[in-house]
């Protein structure tokens, strides 16, 4: 347990990791004006320490460095920047119980799932650092005899990141990483939330040789303010961001008045399908994974559970012994699966959810209410007798409430599923191998689960269809993000 700056260090092995700076054009400095802003412990709901709360004259400070570090790094081979970023996935993983624990304390999620986060953030640090070596043009046989043409790639430009507090680390390593090994430089604003994981990381960044200016993280709880200077500074060429759909949308509507390129991460409201032919045991391990990690708190989170009427009471049953099987608590203390929520707010949408469930008719099988230890605890909850006029249905919950739809074809569930402006994650369980093709085809979503209800990782391309967002992270693909393509049409 811990209840301030000092107990976390004191729980580092390199307290030096836990900066109360921010990280400004190679410089660890202040806000301008001097003030700061608390960052919180959820799982005790008192102040860890203050950071700096940067303004816009400060990020432009951040931007006008990554274009100039960005000049010589650009010109660096491929494998140059791979040694570096690779020397930056080596100092995470070797600090990978210090970045957990300030992860945890910061966000609230347990200690294992923070460090697994570690090295997922990790992963995309090192599978970029790979893909640097790779950016691959083209040759095109010419369209005239004396016309010779080439395509090249050439890295986008300054980068300006917004992430979520809900993957402190990951968010922003699937962005910088991919962006650095493309040659560009980068300015994130992590989550006023979460800022103390992306501080932590440039420590580590810095120490890995990334070169002073090119990589900043500029701390602010003035998120629309440094939103607008990514939007109108011309030296910033591409805006990236995980969060809200709501957030988005003000996002691109700025970017369109430089015509920014824009990477969109945003909102999901995954339907998690169990046809009566799955293997039942399999589909509740996946279901636990898919709707109660990170609490409920992921974008690629199940937040609708339709199951087909056959195997609907044997699965709601297991699923509740399972759920029953789970504890609830400060996420530094051991065998704790469950931690915060990370506000309040976040609490109220979980209850408001319910209460609009439980007054169309839902029943609660399980939980439904905060957890006796206060705070933003809230008990893993699952509700049976959910139908599409709930609220559930058609918005994001992010929280542990698991809602049970039942349904009887597949025709049915499909269209179901599909009844949405989000199309990011889904996930389906089943064993006939035609219904298998037929779902998968069928689900408008950017990524399908089958019979898993873990789908992400580094070498996949992570991202969304519909109102879900714009661009792919992770996998060969995450690099074009990053890039520019260059037809070069010589006469010879
Ligand atoms: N797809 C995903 O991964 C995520 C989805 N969500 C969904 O969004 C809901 C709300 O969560 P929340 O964290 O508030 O998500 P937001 O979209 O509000 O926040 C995400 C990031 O955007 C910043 N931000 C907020 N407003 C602006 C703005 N006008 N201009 C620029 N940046 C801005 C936030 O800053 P600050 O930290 O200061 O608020 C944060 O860094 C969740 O309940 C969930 O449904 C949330 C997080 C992640
Ligand atoms: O919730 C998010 O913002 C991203 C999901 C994390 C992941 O699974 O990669």
Redesign the pocket.
């Known amino acids: 347990m811990l209840d301030s700056v000092t107990n976390l260090s004191s729980l580092l092995k390199d307290p030096s990791l836990l900066c109360t700076k921010a990280y400004v054009a190679g410089q660890w400095v202040g806000a301008d004006d001097g003030t700061t802003f608390p960052v919180t412990n959820p799982a005790r709901g008192d102040v860890i320490c203050e950071v700096p709360n940067l303004g816009r004259a400060e990020v432009a400070r951040a931007i006008a460095a990554a274009e100039v570090a960005m000049k010589e790094w650009a010109a660096r081979t491929g494998k140059e920047r791979a040694g570096v970023l690779r020397k930056w996935f080596d100092l995470m993983m070797a600090n990978q119980d210090d970045l957990g624990k300030i992860l945890t304390a910061e966000m609230g999620k347990p200690l294992a799932e923070a460090k697994g986060e570690v090295a997922y953030g990790a992963s995309y640090v090192e599978w970029f650092a790979e893909e640097a070596k790779r950016v691959y043009g083209e040759t095109i046989p010419g369209h005239q005899r004396d016309k010779r043409i080439t395509v090249i790639k050439q890295p986008i430009g300054v980068v300006g990141s ?6 402190p680390n990951a ?1 922003i390593a699937r962005k910088v990483a991919p962006a650095l090994a493309a040659g560009c430089g980068f300015v994130a ?6 800022p103390l994981s992306a501080l932590a990381m440039a420590v580590l960044a810095e120490r890995a040789g990334v070169p002073g200016g090119l990589f900043s993280v500029c701390t ?9 200077e ?1 939007c109108e500074n011309h030296a910033v060429k591409k805006l990236t ?8 949308r ?2 691109l509507r ?1 970017a369109a008045e430089q015509v920014m390129k824009c990477s969109m ?4 409201n995954a339907p998690f399908i169990v046809f009566d032919d799955a293997d039942l045991d399999a589909a509740v391990a996946g279901a636990m994974v898919s709707k109660f990690r990170n609490n409920g ?4 989170c199940a937040n609708r559970i339709y199951v087909q009427a056959g195997v609907y009471d044997a699965f709601s049953k297991k699923l509740a012994e399972a759920v029953a099987k789970t504890t609830v608590g400060d996420g530094l203390s051991e065998e704790v699966n469950f931690g915060p929520l ?1 506000s309040e ?2 609490v109220e ?1 979980v209850e408001e959810h319910i209460a609009d469930a439980l007054k169309k008719g839902a029943k609660i099988e399980m939980g439904g209410k905060r957890h006796a230890l206060g705070g933003t605890f809230f008990e893993p909850t699952i509700m049976t007798g959910i139908t599409p006029e709930m609220v559930i249905s058609h ?5 542990p409430l698991a809602p049970l739809f039942k349904f009887e074809t597949e025709e049915e569930v499909i269209a179901l599923a599909n009844n949405t402006i989000f199309g ?1 994650a889904s996930y389906f369980y089943a064993r006939d191998i035609g219904r298998i093709t037929r779902v998968q085809e069928a689900l408008e979503y950017g990524m399908v689960g089958v019979n898993t209800g873990l789908i992400s990782t580094e070498v996949a391309p992570f991202g969304g269809v519909k109102q ?2 714009l661009g792919r992270e992770g996998s060969r693909h995450g690099m074009e993000d990053y890039l520019e393509m260059k037809y070069i049409c010589l006469s010879v």
């Open positions: 917004i992430t979520p507090w809900n993957f968010m604003r992590p989550a006023s939330e979460t602010s709880k003035r998120a629309s303010d440094i939103g607008k990514f961001f995980t969060g809200s759909t709501e957030v988005g003000i996002l700025q991460e945003l909102g999901g708190q992921t974008c690629v990370i707010d976040a949408k918005e994001e919950t992010f929280g990011l879900s967002g």
